[in-house]
Structures are given as structure tokens and as C-alpha cells.
């Protein structure tokens, strides 16, 4: 088992920044990829941005791409995004994940993730 508790959400003003925090616990060592999806109020939930946990790479969904970082810190188990230059669209939960089997090859399919924690509100006013 794999348990994942998310932090620092908030509501922030458009053209802020915000990092968003996951702490793992558990059965570290079955995770390869840890990723961040979100729940906007009136869209699908979406992928965000994943990084391997046993490698270095990463992934970003374009939206973001160029104005956040995913990062992690396997010694203190913890992922973190990093949100630059937030727009009201960004408003949203977002969840952190992890996926026990190899999934690089399409990280952003929310199916392939077997753990997920309850999210943390991001509102973003213009």
C-alpha cells in the first residue's frame, strides 16, 4: 500500500506562484512514476505533470509547460509541482498519484495510476 497526502493549495491571485507538496508513505519502493492530475469544477479531470521515481525524466502537460516544475525528493518522499504565472483556468483539486507498474511510455493516462490522494484546492481569481 501506498498512502499520499497532498498540500498547499490556496486561492491566489492570477500571475501568482504556488507549490504544490506530496507526502508518500508506504510502499515506497513499488512506485515508478509519481504524477499530478487535476479536477477542474466544469472539465474532465487532466493530467498535469509526472517524474519518474526511480529515474530523473519528467513530463509536463503543454498547459503548463514553459510556467511549472515537477520535482521530487526521494529521501524525504516527496513530489512536489511548482506553479508560475497561475491563470483562473488553473482553478482546480489537484491529486497526486502514483503508478506501481512501468507507465513511461504514457504517463498522462490517469488509469495506469493505482494510488491517489484527496487533492488539494487551487483557486485562482483573475
Known amino acids: 500500500q501506498v498512502q499520499l497526502v497532498e498540500s498547499g493549495g490556496g486561492l491566489v491571485q492570477a500571475a501568482d506562484s504556488l507549490t504544490l507538496s506530496c507526502k508518500i508513505s508506504?510502499?515506497?519502493?513499488?512506485?515508478?512514476?509519481m504524477a499530478w492530475f487535476r479536477q477542474p469544477p466544469t472539465r474532465e479531470r487532466e493530467f498535469v505533470a509526472a517524474?519518474?521515481?526511480?529515474?530523473?525524466?519528467?513530463y509536463l502537460e503543454d498547459f503548463v509547460k514553459g510556467r511549472s516544475t515537477i520535482s521530487k525528493d526521494n529521501a524525504e518522499n516527496t513530489v512536489s509541482l511548482r506553479m508560475n504565472d497561475l491563470k483562473p483556468e488553473d482553478t482546480a483539486r489537484y491529486h497526486c498519484?502514483?503508478?506501481?507498474?512501468?507507465?513511461?511510455?504514457?504517463?498522462?493516462?490517469?488509469?495506469?495510476?493505482?494510488?491517489w490522494g484527496r487533492g488539494t484546492q487551487v483557486a485562482v481569481s483573475s
Open positions: 508506504g510502499r515506497t519502493e513499488r512506485i515508478y512514476t
Open positions: 498519484a502514483a503508478a506501481t507498474r512501468s507507465n513511461w511510455l504514457n504517463p498522462i493516462y490517469a488509469a495506469q495510476y493505482d494510488y
Open positions: 517524474i519518474q521515481w526511480r529515474g530523473e525524466d519528467t
